[in-house]
């Protein structure tokens, strides 16, 4: 490991001088100041206070990496980690900054553990050299992986899935997807769930929320003589805008219309009408993402884990049976 010392050295300045400039102490120019730092960043030099911490294995902080995206999924999600932490004795720093810079300020500060959400993405050379230097216990949730880090993924096309299924058994045979047609693990799952149940599946029925008339080819499918007798929506965010342009159509859920939203957060259920949900349990996601980071080494050499956290259907007051009307 670097000490002052080494950087005493390759700086040509006694190590008084290395302790004084990296702890911003006066008695040093700035120029002196700034050339030690540059050494000492190039070195990877880890202060002596995170080298104590780590060695006395003492981990108490848990930075996480939180998406830049207004949802109340991430409030949920990231409020339940944190309550789930503070039970356990830990701090939680929480940070929507690029992940490049995140991961920087918490080599910097020498969290102990890393919490990243990050579904699909591919990380850049900055992140990975950043990562390299992270010491502690990194996890990835939503979906992407990477070595020497644990993760958590999510069985969206199981949720689709059951949703589909769940509708057909109460007698929806007409079902439409409302949602981004590009995010192919659920997609997929309503698609396998119209197969399984050999549904009546139209690609109308499909309206795709990146589409630019979006608005007006949902009102299209939904003013039409055929029109769904339910929907899957993809999100709680995507729920807001098909929840907007059901009104302006005066269709009543669930009379005439069930609904099915993924993303089981608690605040669906405080709609006028309490809305059926597909999605992971928030709180089994937070209680298991602080039981892999914390977990004591095992004795069956498996270092780093990969799980997946299955979906539930949460039946409320939107999806009724369907009796043609």
């Known amino acids: 490991m670097v000490t002052i010392k080494d950087i005493a050295k390759a700086a040509g300045v006694t190590y008084v001088t290395v302790s004084r400039a990296l702890n911003d102490e006066p008695g040093v120019s700035e120029q002196t100041r700034q050339a030690i730092k540059a050494i000492a960043e190039q070195m990877d030099y880890v202060p002596s206070l995170a080298a104590k911490k780590l060695a006395q294995r003492q981990p108490d902080t848990i930075g996480m990496i939180w998406p830049r995206i207004k949802g109340l999924f991430f409030y949920d999600l990231g409020f339940e980690i944190q309550q789930e932490a503070s039970r356990r004795g830990l701090q939680v720093i929480m940070s929507m900054v690029s992940a490049e810079e995140a991961l920087r300020t918490f080599n910097r500060y020498f969290v102990d553990y890393i919490v990243y959400w990050r579904p699909v993405w591919n990380p850049t050379l900055e992140f990975l050299q950043e990562k390299e230097k992270f010491r502690g216990e990194m996890l990835l949730l939503g979906g992407w992986k990477t070595d020497k880090a644990h993760s958590i993924t999510i069985d969206r096309t199981g949720a689709f899935l059951d949703a589909v299924r769940h509708l057909a058994e109460l007698g929806h045979n007409s079902i439409a997807f409302i949602g981004q047609q590009s995010d192919l693990e659920k997609y997929n799952g309503y698609m396998q769930g119209m197969a399984e149940g050999k549904l009546d599946y139209r690609q109308e029925l499909v309206v795709d929320t990146f589409d630019p008339d979006f608005e007006a080819k949902f009102k299209q499918?939904?003013?039409?003589?055929?029109?769904?007798?339910?929907?899957?929506?993809?999100?709680?965010?995507?729920?807001?805008?098909?929840?907007?342009?059901?009104?302006?159509?005066?269709?009543?859920?669930?009379?005439?219309?069930?609904?099915?939203?993924?993303?089981?957060?608690?605040?669906?259920?405080?709609?006028?009408?309490?809305?059926?949900?597909?999605?992971?349990?928030?709180?089994q996601m937070a209680k298991r993402t602080l039981d892999i980071l914390t977990r004591k080494p095992t004795d069956d050499g498996e270092r780093w884990l990969d799980e997946e956290i299955r979906c539930q259907l949460t039946v409320r007051s939107s999806t009724i049976p369907w009796e043609g009307k």
């Open 221 to 283: 499918m939904m003013s039409a003589s055929d029109r769904p007798s339910a929907l899957v929506v993809d999100s709680q965010g995507t729920l807001f805008r098909t929840n907007r342009l059901l009104r302006q159509l005066d269709i009543r859920v669930p009379e005439q219309l069930s609904l099915v939203v993924y993303d089981d957060i608690p605040e669906l259920e405080f709609f006028d009408v309490p809305l059926t949900t597909i999605g992971p349990s928030i709180g």
